[in-house]
């Protein structure tokens, strides 16, 4: 049984840094994607980064430069820095078999989420 659990999150005002982790456990392929996804009120779930099994990343363009995703092994770990108010929003992170996309129904595998608010 895949197990994906996330943590870090919560508040913090505009420009501030936040930590997230998630670990995927049960995964029995050895090629998986792990990315990140949030969804703010009202609107779509959208990819913020992702990152495959031998460490390429690619990010949403309103983050580059400012998120940084790492792995190791079943683990990813963003670091969010400069943040602002329209990164506010539930942060999901996802596994899936294969190649890395943005494309949700390649992640069968999903977390509960965690919250992110950054207030201006």
């Known amino acids: 049984q895949v197990r994906v659990v996330e943590s870090g999150g919560g508040s913090v005002q505009a420009g501030g840094s936040l930590y997230l982790s998630c670990a995927a456990s049960?995964?029995?392929?050895?090629?998986?994607?792990m990315a990140w996804f949030r969804q703010a009120p009202g609107k779509e779930r959208e990819g913020v980064a992702n990152?495959?099994?031998?460490?390429s990343v690619v990010y949403k363009d309103s983050v580059k430069g400012r998120f940084a995703l790492s792995r190791d092994n079943a683990k990813i770990f963003l670091r969010m820095t400069r943040l602002r108010s329209e990164d506010s929003g539930m942060y999901y992170c996802?596994?899936?078999?294969?190649?890395?996309?943005?494309?949700?129904?390649?992640?069968?595998?999903w977390g509960q989420g965690t919250q992110v608010t950054v207030s201006s």
């Open positions: 996802a596994a899936g078999p294969g190649f890395c996309t943005w494309r949700r129904d390649a992640f069968p595998y």
């Open positions: 990152i495959d099994n031998v460490g």
């Open positions: 049960g995964f029995s392929s050895e090629q998986f994607c």
